[in-house]
């Protein structure tokens, strides 16, 4: 069981810079973060597989946001840049510990851009 604990939501002025930060209990061969706005479907933003060295970035933040790893590989970090208000969201952490499943949550970091 991947325990997932996310911080560094809050609010800030459009164009103005987040980070958001998750770690993870133990290792997980792919992690991601999402987020979902009331009434729309859960998007994904960006994921990290670590053993691949790979990360996927949607269109909507390429060139924006950056996903990066501690070298234990068990905290992901989310650099957000150039907020738009299009990114106010709640943001998910998501864990796939054997790269089949985004099993694991945590509980969910807002991030509201005016």
């Known amino acids: 069981h991947v325990q997932l604990v996310e911080s560094g939501g809050g609010s800030v002025q459009a164009g103005g810079s987040l980070r958001l930060s998750c770690a993870a209990s133990?290792?997980?061969?792919?992690m991601a973060w999402f987020r979902q706005t009331p009434g729309k479907e859960r998007e994904g933003v960006a994921a990290?597989?670590?053993?691949?060295?790979?990360?996927y970035y949607a269109s909507s933040v390429k060139g924006r946001f950056t996903l990066s790893r501690d070298n234990a590989n068990i905290t992901v970090y989310l650099q957000m840049n150039s907020l738009k208000p299009e990114d106010t969201a709640m943001y998910y952490c998501?864990?796939?510990?054997?790269?089949?499943?985004?099993?694991?949550w945590g509980q969910g970091t807002q991030v509201t851009v005016s």
């Open positions: 133990q290792y997980a061969v792919c």
């Open positions: 990290i597989h670590i053993s691949a060295r790979t990360t």
């Open positions: 998501a864990a796939d510990p054997q790269g089949t499943d985004y099993a694991y």
